[in-house]
């Protein structure tokens, strides 16, 4: 009964949900993003459970036809700031809130996205938005250090900066997707996960367990990271789409390809204005990662809207 109850909590909730970053992959990184300034909004995701935003020095630009001065565009700039909650350590697992151990992001940056579109066909080549953040992050782990053979919490943490862009072809409901990460953060991926002998049973052939307690190994807190994405969103009526290509490296390890497809439900047909609609989706992914392909992954994700500007 809990489980159906969370799903028609989950598909009342739709109407209010707004977008931000539409697409992501299975560990939340983002494929597609697109900024409404005009919107504050609560957004979920397995990396971060929680976070809030909001623009404010927001600017108007208007655009207009050459020949016959009608109003194309409206674009909207200004700047954001995001709070967030994040799953440092756990799987992600919505009936175990309390067990997750929560970090902490912060972001602030300029966007200049669009306000309307009156009418795509009339501008000469398409239109197009982009942006930058830069952000900390602040995560809580439950760590085991081998080097001194003991179990505390660490709170390591990650600096960088995001880029954005997006082009909207003039005559189709598509668009073309960047996204490009570089960070200076902590070596997450190389640590293994642990739990305490007495909490697993141990055969000669396997260890079984039901869930690790934290990340075994040592912080290394000097990992430099880049990770670029590439998306190719397209809208038709209510189903959104959005196939995607990733492409990872770090310092001391092998690059990390990704592909995958999210598939979003909207709430609304996108109309000729461009205002895109809420969204709830579910997608899959697959990665190629230390040498091989891993097990493909579906995951949810999707925003919720609280407030708007006027």
């Known amino acids: 009964m809990k489980k159906k109850l ?3 909590f989950t598909l009342s909730t739709i109407n209010y949900v707004s977008s931000q970053n ?3 992959d299975s560990n939340g990184d983002p494929v597609f993003t697109f900024y409404d300034l005009k919107t504050n909004r609560l957004e979920f995701t397995s990396k971060e459970p929680l976070s809030y935003s909001q623009s404010f020095r ?3 630009h208007q655009f207009v036809e050459d020949v016959s001065g009608d109003k194309t565009i409206s674009k909207l700039s200004g700047f954001l700031f995001k709070a967030s909650l994040l799953n440092s350590g756990k799987n992600f697992n919505i009936n175990k809130l309390n067990d997750l151990n929560l970090g902490l992001g912060l972001e602030l940056g300029w966007q200049k996205t669009m306000e309307d579109l009156k009418d795509l066909k009339k501008t000469p080549r398409g239109a197009y938005t982009f942006g930058g953040n830069i952000f900390l992050k602040i995560d809580n782990v439950d760590l085991y250090d081998t080097n001194l053979n003991t179990e505390e919490n660490r709170y390591p943490n990650t600096i960088g900066m995001n880029l954005n862009y997006n082009y909207l072809f003039k005559n189709s409901k598509s668009i073309i997707s960047l996204n490009a990460t570089l960070s200076r953060g902590w070596n997450e991926k190389e640590l293994l996960d642990y739990q305490d002998i007495g909490e697993t049973t141990i055969t000669d052939e396997l260890v079984a367990l039901k869930e690790f307690k934290g990340k075994y190994g040592t ?6 990271k880049f990770r670029l994405a590439v998306s190719y969103p397209f809208y038709v009526k209510y189903i959104n789409p959005v196939p995607y290509l990733s492409w990872s490296t770090q310092n001391n390890a092998s690059p990390t390809y990704g592909y995958g497809m999210l598939l979003n439900f909207l709430t609304n047909p996108l109309e ?11 997608g899959i992914n697959k990665i190629y990662e230390k040498q091989e392909w891993q097990s493909a992954t579906i995951y949810i994700a999707g925003t919720i809207k609280i407030g708007k500007y006027k």
């Open 219 to 224: 912080i290394d807190n000097n990992i430099n």
């Open 58 to 60: 927001r600017y108007k």
């Open 272 to 282: 000729k204005d461009y205002k895109i609609p809420a969204t709830l989706g579910i």
């Open 6 to 8: 969370l799903i028609i």
């Open 22 to 24: 539409i697409g992501v």
